[in-house]
Structures are given as C-alpha cells and as structure tokens.
C-alpha cells in the first residue's frame, strides 16, 4: 500500500484521455459559440483542480470505461503538474464563458480557442502546457520548508 506523504500518482492514460474529451467539448463550444457549454468545462476544469483528477468527471470515466479495456498500467506520472494543468484550463474558460455570457463574443472565443489548443495539443502529442508551466513555477519559487 501507499504511504500517504508519497505524491499521488495518476495512470498517464487518464489525463490525455480525459484532454480528448474537454478537446472535443471545447471545440463543440466553439463553433456554437456557447459560453453555457465553457461554463460546464470549466466546472469540470474545478473539480480536477480542487477535488483532484481521482474525482474529475473525465477522470472517473476513464477508470470505469477506458482503463479496464486498455490493459494494466505501464506509466505513471505525478498527479501534481496534470492537477495544476486544470486550473490554468479553469483560468481560460472562466474568461471563456464570461465573454461569451457578457456578449464579448471574440473574448470568449479567443479564451475557448486557447484552452483547445492546449487540449488538443495534450491529447494528441501527450505534451501538457500546463503541466511545464507547473514545473517553470516550481524552479521560480523555491518549495517552503
């Protein structure tokens, strides 16, 4: 069993996946310019980013779904950096929705496009925007005692 100091580790599989599918949420969002559909990934962006990807909707379909037909785990990453990478999604789509809500229509879809892009990236290459911003942000500010 794991200890509880030792950082929480998540199947690689899971994040990439669950980017596929906020790419695919994103990019419906878009092209019909509603903020309703940002609002409701960027509440999915929260819960990875407060509760943890253990709980992330995407997350949980995955370990019910996807994981059991893909076989057991090979790799596994720290969840931390992933975990960071869903509140710079939430940063964009809360801009996202906002400006498509408060009718700053190019606002919205600007926000949207950026948080696709990252996702899209993710999904298809595996390179997490967010998850480098995480580790550029660790070297800066030195880990507190």
Do not use: H, K
Not at 29 to 58: D, I, K, T
């Amino acid at each position: 069993s794991m200890s509880s100091a030792a950082p929480r580790e998540v199947d690689v599989r899971g994040p990439r996946f669950a980017a596929g599918v906020t790419a695919v949420v994103l990019a419906v969002a878009l092209l019909l310019g509603s903020g309703g559909l940002v609002a409701v990934q960027a509440l999915v962006f929260a819960v990875g980013a407060f509760a943890g990807l253990r709980y992330a909707p995407y997350g949980v379909l995955f370990r019910l779904l996807v994981a059991p037909r893909l076989g057991p785990v090979r790799e596994r990453e720290p969840e931390a950096p992933p975990r960071f990478a869903q509140v710079v999604g939430l940063l964009f789509a809360v801009v996202g929705a906002a400006g498509y809500v408060l009718g700053a229509l190019a606002l919205g879809a600007v926000a949207t496009g950026l948080a696709l892009v990252a996702a899209l990236l993710n999904a298809v290459t595996g390179f997490c925007l967010g998850c480098e911003l995480y580790l550029i942000a660790r070297r800066a500010v030195p880990a507190r005692a």
